[in-house]
Structure formats: C-alpha cells, structure tokens
C-alpha cells in the first residue's frame, strides 16, 4: 500500500506540472503572438492577464456539451479521452534529471514512439464519430499527415540510438556528456532538422495544421465537439507540443546537461543551478520556435505538406542513417 501511495503522488505530481505548464504555455503563445503582431494580448483577467487562461478553463467546463444527433455517441466520447490519456501516459518514462524518473524502463524510446501513434487515433475517431463530412475529412487528412511525419520521425531518432547504443532515455542523455560539443545535435544536425519539421506536423501546429483548416473544413476532426471535451483536444495539442520539446532536449541537446560540463571556469561558476532548469530551458527555447513558426508562416498547401514528408524529410533521414552508419564503421563517431 505504500508503495502504491508513492507511485500515485509521483504521478499526480508530474500531471500538475504538466497542466500548469499547458495553461501557461497557452497563456504565453497569445502573449508572445501579440507582441509579434504589435497587439496586447490577454490583460484583463488576474495581474498581467495571468489568469486568463484559468478563467477560459472554468468557461469549458460551464459550456454545455452537444452531440451530433447520429453521431456514434460512444467513440464520439471516447476519441478526446485516448488523445488526452496518451498525451500524459508519455511522461512515465520521460527522465527530469538523473534518476528523476517514473518508469525508467530500457526501450523507453521505443514506448513514447508507440504512444504517440496511438494518440493519432483519438483524431481518427473523432472525425469519423462525428458523422460529419467536414469533420471526416479533417481525420483522413490527420491521418495521412501523422503516418508521414512519424515516418520520418521515427528515422530521424535512429542515428541518436545508433549513437548512444540504447533505448533508455537516461542511457541516451547520459551518453551526451562532455559539453555542449558532445552533444547530438552537431553530428547529427539534419536530422535535428528533420525532427523539428515532423514534431510540428505530428502535433498539428500551424503551418501543419490541414487537419482543422478553417478555411477549407470549418475545424475539421474537431468541428462537431464543444465544451469540456473540446478542450480536451486542446489541452492533448498543448501537452504533445511540452512533450516533444523536451523528447527534442533529451535526444539533441544532452537532456539535463548543464551546456558548461567539462568547462572549468563556467561549470564550477554553475556548479549551484539544479539540473532540471537546464532541461526546462531547453524546452522553453523549443515551445518559443514554436509559437514563432506559427506566427510567421502561412499554412502549407495538402500536397506541399505532404512532399516535404515524403520528398524531403524520410530520405534526408534514411540518408543520414547510413551516413552515421559508414562513420561509426570508421571509428569516427
């Protein structure tokens, strides 16, 4: 019973954190795209607009819920659940600092890459729950766009197993040690592109976001939900965008690594900086990228979104596996 005790408190523990982050890093995206676009953004609600996005969260779960009359009522309940519950299940294995993990389990990589796929399916059932054409064609294009880019982002963590030799996320931070030039991200730096690339069409962020054009299909798989199950979807799109940003950190950036390590003077000056705010401040530099590619490109056409997936980012991967490949032959790498 202790036991059990321990491991719940841990896991209520990283799902608080989790949701704080998600309500603020929603919070920061109106913001930070305010200031892109010379507005205000959020003002009004708490000190400095802080509040905002509580105050949106309590107007969810007021809103009252409509279903499509012939909708499957049972799936239609059930797709934002499994997109919500993949979204946090990921974080069991995700390690904050060395030994700060839920599950440190060795094909650690091998579990987020499953969850995440399974997540899609929350999408799929949606659109199609729905009995809605807008809405169908939302899931088929989300369907479509997520097969490609988890291709492509499946291949580009395969030179970082390569690498560090094991599936264990702590194993592969771990094997980043030295400083900041040990550190995947310059061996492997195509590949880092590509990542960032299939990270932005995996969670459907603009200017990924075909699955809910509103231009073309109103919002797509989501255009017949309302309410709290609604912003399940969304609280899901916000926690995947956390959760690859740091997948991003641990695979290229040395996870909690302090950038200083094996530098005498910087690393004893930051001697005192707990590990953890490295890896938050890693993560905090992705989610940034992200809301700036938002706000400044357009959304890509269908078959542009999908060429650059097929076209570009699966052979660069490919490529670079066996580049990778010839080098640790060589004793290179």
Same mark, same amino acid.
């Given at each position: 019973?202790?036991?059990?005790? =321990?491991?719940? #408190?841990?896991?209520?523990?990283?799902?608080?954190?989790? +949701?704080?982050?998600?309500?603020?890093?929603?919070?920061?995206?109106?913001?930070? &795209?305010?200031?892109?676009?010379?507005?205000?953004?959020?003002?009004?609600?708490?000190? +400095?607009?802080?509040?905002?996005?509580?105050?949106?969260?309590?107007?969810?779960?007021?809103?009252?819920?409509? =279903?499509?009359?012939?909708?499957?009522?049972? +799936?239609?309940? %059930?797709?934002?659940?499994?997109?919500? #519950?993949?979204?946090?299940?990921?974080?069991?294995?995700?390690?904050?600092?060395?030994? /700060?993990?839920?599950?440190?389990?060795?094909?650690?990589? %091998?579990?987020?890459?499953?969850?995440?796929?399974?997540?899609? =399916?929350?999408? *799929?059932?949606?659109?199609?729950?729905?009995?809605?054409?807008?809405?169908?064609?939302?899931?088929?294009?989300?369907?479509?766009?997520?097969?490609?880019?988890?291709?492509?982002?499946?291949?580009?963590?395969?030179?970082?197993?390569?690498?560090?030799?094991?599936?264990?996320?702590?194993?592969?931070? @771990?094997?980043?040690?030295?400083?900041? %030039?040990?550190?995947?991200?310059?061996?492997?730096?195509?590949?880092?592109?590509?990542?960032?690339?299939?990270?932005?069409?995996?969670?459907?962020?603009?200017?990924?976001?075909?699955?809910?054009?509103?231009?073309?299909?109103?919002?797509?798989?989501?255009?017949?939900?309302?309410?709290?199950?609604?912003?399940?979807?969304?609280?899901?799109? =916000?926690?995947?965008?956390?959760?690859?940003?740091?997948?991003?950190? %641990?695979?290229? *950036?040395?996870? /909690?690594?302090?950038?200083?390590?094996?530098?005498?003077?910087?690393?004893?000056?930051?001697?005192?900086?707990?590990?953890?705010?490295?890896?938050?401040?890693? @993560?905090?530099?992705?989610?940034?990228?992200?809301?700036?590619?938002?706000?400044?490109?357009?959304?890509?056409?269908?078959?542009? *979104?999908?060429?650059?997936? /097929?076209?570009?980012?699966?052979?660069?991967?490919?490529?670079?596996?066996?580049?990778?490949?010839? *080098? &640790?032959?060589?004793?290179?790498?």
């Amino acid at each position: 019973m202790q036991q059990l005790i =321990y491991w719940l #408190i841990h896991i209520a523990c990283i799902l608080g954190i989790v +949701l704080v982050m998600v309500l603020y890093l929603i919070l920061a995206e109106r913001k930070i &795209m305010g200031y892109m676009q010379a507005r205000i953004g959020p003002n009004r609600v708490g000190p +400095l607009g802080l509040l905002q996005t509580v105050a949106d969260g309590i107007k969810f779960l007021h809103k009252e819920m409509i =279903y499509p009359e012939r909708a499957d009522l049972f +799936l239609f309940i %059930l797709a934002p659940m499994i997109s919500l #519950i993949c979204a946090f299940v990921v974080w069991s294995v995700v390690p904050f600092a060395d030994g /700060w993990v839920l599950a440190d389990v060795d094909a650690g990589a %091998l579990l987020v890459l499953a969850l995440t796929s399974l997540g899609s =399916y929350g999408l *799929l059932l949606g659109g199609w729950a729905s009995n809605s054409q807008y809405a169908f064609f939302g899931a088929i294009r989300s369907m479509a766009q997520v097969i490609s880019y988890e291709i492509a982002m499946g291949f580009s963590l395969v030179p970082v197993l390569m690498l560090s030799g094991s599936m264990n996320l702590s194993t592969i931070v @771990v094997a980043q040690s030295g400083n900041l %030039l040990t550190w995947n991200f310059l061996p492997l730096f195509p590949v880092f592109i590509v990542y960032l690339i299939a990270s932005v069409a995996e969670t459907n962020r603009a200017p990924f976001d075909i699955t809910e054009g509103e231009s073309e299909i109103v919002a797509g798989y989501q255009v017949e939900y309302s309410g709290f199950i609604f912003a399940m979807f969304f609280i899901a799109e =916000y926690a995947n965008m956390i959760f690859v940003s740091t997948l991003a950190s %641990l695979f290229f *950036l040395g996870g /909690w690594l302090s950038p200083f390590q094996g530098i005498p003077m910087l690393d004893t000056l930051f001697s005192w900086v707990p590990s953890i705010f490295w890896l938050l401040v890693k @993560v905090i530099l992705f989610l940034y990228l992200f809301i700036w590619v938002r706000a400044t490109f357009p959304r890509y056409r269908y078959d542009k *979104l999908m060429m650059i997936g /097929w076209k570009i980012c699966i052979p660069v991967s490919l490529i670079w596996i066996f580049v990778v490949s010839l *080098l &640790m032959l060589g004793g290179v790498l």
